[in-house]
């Protein structure tokens, strides 16, 4: 085991160097960035884009090639704009610094927020991870006893008619959920019960401990709402077939031969034997959860975590938080499947990944 976990933590390093190399070139191949912004900015400030003379626009050609903004600026200004955002240097140069910044979790300076990004990412991680634990109680919580009890009625009415809301929570998107949420209870056509965005009120700070906590998941009801309808047919489906293959093994029919009644057999032989493959899969759900789901229910309601800064970071070009956040995801990402895959091997020592390899 210490073998596999060494060469997944190896495997570690070459993944997230390719995943942010490929992001690379292919947001420096991308129009519209942090330079060309800059250009076009500039450009309206100083008359909204009017022509210049004829020595200005001549001494500028060969930039406007690359910058198709820049007819109006001359090139000591273009000059000091790509110095300011690092443009100064060729790619492979700035992609090297980033990764000499990465190994000392130095991942620079937002462009436009005027913070660093990991001032930014601190700032921002407490929304997304408030988010993140409370989506996955509340889909535990609903889909454990859900799946316990479809496996004990399966094939009958329950089973049967509950199906049909677990093929549409599969099959329906959490934002679609959320969007819909908001038509009808956001004020969007019919009810306006719950805030239309935001994590808290503005008047949060004059609030009292318990409005405080009121006002809080009353902002946070249709996001969980959202999330909990968008992922609760996967682990539903899991505990379920995880029961009814306990169900069938011997040790069960053996339990009920002695007389012990089927709650006895579900909940004191069957549930924990059942939920080992359900605990184990954990870590994934998390994956899932926060770097999935998550990312969509923060832009769609407007919640300040880092889902909303890595959109508003697309949107404007800011390429150190782009890459922070994608950094951050890749790593938490790896991590935790190595930790489900750990889990896997301690709850059933069958499981033997030395002997198999890392795939």
């Known amino acids: 085991m210490g073998t596999y976990i060494l060469k997944r933590l190896l495997l570690i390093i070459p993944t997230l160097f390719f995943i942010l190399l490929i992001n690379f070139v292919v947001i420096q191949i991308a129009p519209g960035g942090p330079v060309e912004q800059a250009i076009e900015q500039a450009e309206h400030f100083q008359g909204g884009g009017i022509a210049s003379s004829s020595g200005e626009v001549a001494s500028t050609s060969k930039t406007a090639v690359q910058y198709q903004g820049a007819r109006g600026l001359s090139d000591e200004m273009v000059e000091k704009i790509k110095i300011q955002y690092g443009f100064d240097q060729p790619a492979p140069t700035r992609f090297w610094l980033m990764l000499k910044g990465y190994l000392s979790l130095d991942f620079g300076t937002s462009f436009f927020k005027d913070k660093t990004v990991t001032q930014l990412l601190w700032e921002k991680m407490p929304v997304t ?39 549409v929570g599969y099959a329906v998107p959490a934002f679609v959920f959320a969007i819909l949420l908001i038509v009808f209870f956001a004020g969007g056509s019919y009810f306006q019960w719950f805030p239309l965005q935001g994590l808290v009120s503005e008047h949060f700070d004059q609030l009292s401990v ?46 009920r031969a002695k007389g012990l009644t089927e709650n006895r057999v579900l909940y004191g032989h069957v549930f924990r034997n059942a939920m080992l493959i359900v605990i184990a899969g954990l870590p994934e759900a998390l994956v899932g959860i926060f770097f999935v ?11 300040d975590g880092l889902g909303l800064l890595g959109f508003e970071a697309i949107q404007q070009r800011d390429y150190p938080v782009i890459f922070g956040t994608l950094f951050i995801f890749t790593l938490l990402g790896l991590v935790l499947r190595l930790v489900s895959d750990v889990l896997y091997q301690v709850i059933d020592p069958r499981i033997n990944f030395d002997g198999r390899g890392v795939k």
């Open 129 to 167: 991870i408030s988010l993140g634990l409370w989506s996955t109680l509340l889909i535990y919580l609903v889909s454990i006893p859900l799946g316990i009890k479809k496996a004990k009625y399966h094939g009958k009415l329950f089973d049967q008619s509950t199906s049909l809301l677990l093929a």
């Open 293 to 303: 789901g998550n990312l969509f229910i923060e832009i769609i309601f407007n919640l």
């Open 210 to 255: 318990w409005g405080k906590v009121k006002d809080y998941f009353w902002h946070m009801s249709l996001p969980l709402l959202a999330i909990v309808l968008g992922g609760f047919a996967g682990l539903t489906y899991l505990t379920k077939y995880s029961f009814m293959e306990e169900l069938s093994k011997q040790y069960v029919l053996a339990a």
